[in-house]
């Protein structure tokens, strides 16, 4: 079957740096995209990754490897306001979204 | 960027009552549009995804009599929650792409609209 797993909760500390990660299942693979969703609020694109590597966007990078069904993303320079849930999606063979459960991220000052 | 537009924000009705939600891409194409639900603490649920011009494709489990969805053009999709009942009270969001068959494709999503059934 097709799953995806990352963390239900990590915590950290302002200004420090935190990797979430996320592993993944799927029947064909067509990416791997991290989104940000703030509580009551809907989520917004953060990263997609398609090829092995670290992609670097800012204080925000994602991570990938194929070959191991290995995501992870990685925030840098801790502010209050990254205190979110992070969600993991990959897309199957079909184009299909398949989400994980996502990871409540935790700031403490 | 792209911006999809999603009201009512927050709804409240009836038992037995029936709720209509409008998605609305703002600046582009949507030939695709999605249907999500969360309840607290979850993750997205995807109920649906729509094609502008034919109907809606549901996911098992997901009752397409009582949620009626209408992707009538492209740039407009309607979910209608028909006889909503407390169970069906949840965080329904809708998503939409440009289209295209391509992993690339980002989804952009609404706000989002709480719906609460007394």
């Given at each position: 079957?097709?799953?995806?797993?990352?963390?239900?909760?990590?915590?950290?500390?302002?200004?420090?740096?935190?990797?979430?990660?996320?592993?993944?299942?799927?029947?064909?693979?067509n990416?791997?995209?991290?989104?940000?969703?703030?509580?009551?609020?809907?989520?917004?694109?953060?990263?997609?990754?398609?090829?092995?590597?670290?992609?670097?966007?800012?204080?925000?990078?994602?991570?990938?490897?194929?070959?191991?069904?290995?995501?992870?993303?990685?925030?840098?320079?801790?502010?209050?306001k990254?205190?979110a849930?992070y969600?993991?999606?990959?897309?199957?063979?079909?184009?299909q979204?398949?989400?994980?459960?996502?990871?409540?991220?935790?700031?403490?000052? | 960027?792209?911006?999809?537009?999603?009201?009512?924000?927050?709804?409240?009705?009836?038992?037995?009552?029936?709720?209509?939600?409008?998605?609305?891409?703002?600046?582009?194409?949507?030939?695709?549009?999605?249907?999500?639900?969360?309840?607290?603490?979850?993750?997205?649920?995807?109920?649906?995804?729509?094609?502008?011009?034919?109907?809606?494709t549901?996911?098992?489990?997901?009752?397409?009599?009582?949620?009626?969805?209408?992707?009538a053009?492209?740039?407009?999709?309607?979910?209608?929650v028909?006889?909503?009942?407390?169970?069906?009270?949840?965080?329904?969001?809708?998503?939409?792409?440009?289209?295209?068959?391509?992993?690339?494709?980002?989804?952009?999503?609404?706000?989002?609209?709480?719906?609460?059934?007394?």
């Amino acid at each position: 079957g097709q799953n995806i797993d990352q963390p239900t909760e990590m915590t950290a500390t302002e200004g420090a740096i935190v990797q979430i990660n996320c592993t993944y299942q799927t029947s064909g693979f067509n990416g791997l995209f991290w989104y940000q969703q703030h509580a009551g609020e809907a989520p917004t694109f953060l990263s997609y990754n398609v090829l092995d590597g670290l992609e670097e966007k800012g204080r925000f990078s994602s991570f990938l490897s194929r070959s191991k069904g290995y995501s992870y993303l990685l925030l840098k320079e801790l502010q209050m306001k990254d205190s979110a849930s992070y969600l993991c999606a990959a897309m199957d063979s079909n184009y299909q979204l398949i989400w994980g459960a996502g990871t409540k991220l935790i700031i403490k000052p | 960027g792209a911006v999809v537009s999603q009201h009512p924000s927050r709804v409240i009705c009836k038992s037995g009552t029936s709720v209509k939600i409008e998605c609305r891409s703002l600046d582009f194409q949507a030939t695709t549009m999605f249907w999500y639900r969360q309840f607290p603490k979850q993750s997205l649920m995807l109920m649906a995804t729509s094609n502008e011009g034919s109907k809606a494709t549901y996911e098992q489990g997901v009752e397409k009599d009582k949620f009626l969805i209408n992707h009538a053009s492209l740039t407009l999709s309607t979910l209608t929650v028909t006889s909503a009942h407390p169970e069906d009270s949840s965080f329904y969001i809708c998503s939409a792409t440009s289209g295209g068959r391509s992993g690339a494709n980002v989804l952009t999503f609404g706000a989002g609209s709480r719906l609460t059934v007394l």
